[in-house]
């Protein structure tokens, strides 16, 4: 069974600050890595997606991956209050098999 | 604007009863997943089709709980008898393999309160 391993929070910053959400993951053959926002009372939205090392940017987000120390991370830029929600971080199961394993989630509250 | 769409969005019910709970997945999608959501354990996978085969339900209660997939629109999660345990949020996604990539996309889920 994998696990994903996130800091559950609250993770508290000013509106207009950088928000840094991180995840771990234990298996090492995993290959994608996905971040859902999930705004109270609704369900997962996706919001990134990366498959391969470095960072993917997307508007105000940036996906930052590192397989070596099997961890990926989510930077929200400029951060507003309409980003407070709880951010889970995503992987597939064994190769085919592509059924998410969830982390806990990490909870984030920008504050105006 | 294709979205995966789940009925009824919520249900309350008394213990013993059968509850049926439908997904439609997004045209064109492959893959059909059913999560449980509650406060204690998170985000769940209860069963995953693929192509409307069942490849797991590993993590569905066997005894109360069934996944079917009678056609490629419809996705069906059955509890019976239900149990107050079975309050949760239950969530249908659908999926799509594109080469090495792939996507999952959420429903809204049917909130289940068991009394």
């Known amino acids: 069974q994998k696990e994903v391993e996130q800091n559950s929070g609250p993770l508290s910053v000013p509106e207009g600050a950088i928000a840094s959400l991180n995840c771990t993951y234990s298996d090492r053959v995993s290959q994608s890595f996905f971040w859902y926002r999930q705004y109270s009372g609704k369900s997962p939205e996706l919001i990134m997606s990366i498959y391969s090392n470095g960072d993917k940017e997307d508007g105000r987000f940036t996906a930052q991956l590192n397989k070596a120390s099997q961890y990926v991370s989510l930077l929200i830029r400029d951060s507003q209050p309409s980003d407070s929600a709880t951010y889970l971080c995503a992987v597939p199961g064994d190769t085919g098999r592509r059924a998410l394993t969830f982390g806990s989630g990490t909870r984030l509250q920008v504050q105006p | 604007d294709a979205r995966v769409t789940q009925t009824p969005r919520h249900k309350v019910t008394e213990m013993g009863q059968e509850v049926t709970m439908r997904c439609q997945p997004i045209l064109g999608h492959n893959t059909v997943f059913w999560y449980r959501q509650t406060m204690m354990q998170g985000l769940e996978l209860l069963a995953y089709?693929?192509?409307?085969?069942?490849?797991?339900d590993s993590g569905m209660p066997k005894d109360r709980f069934s996944a079917e997939m009678p056609d490629a629109t419809l996705a069906t999660l059955k509890i019976q008898p239900s149990e107050p345990r079975d309050s949760a949020v239950y969530f249908c996604?659908?999926?799509?393999?594109?080469?090495?990539?792939?996507?999952?996309?959420f429903g809204p889920g049917t909130r289940l309160t068991v009394t």
């Open positions: 089709f693929r192509n409307r085969a069942p490849l797991d």
């Open positions: 996604a659908s999926g799509l393999v594109l080469g090495s990539r792939y996507e999952q996309y």
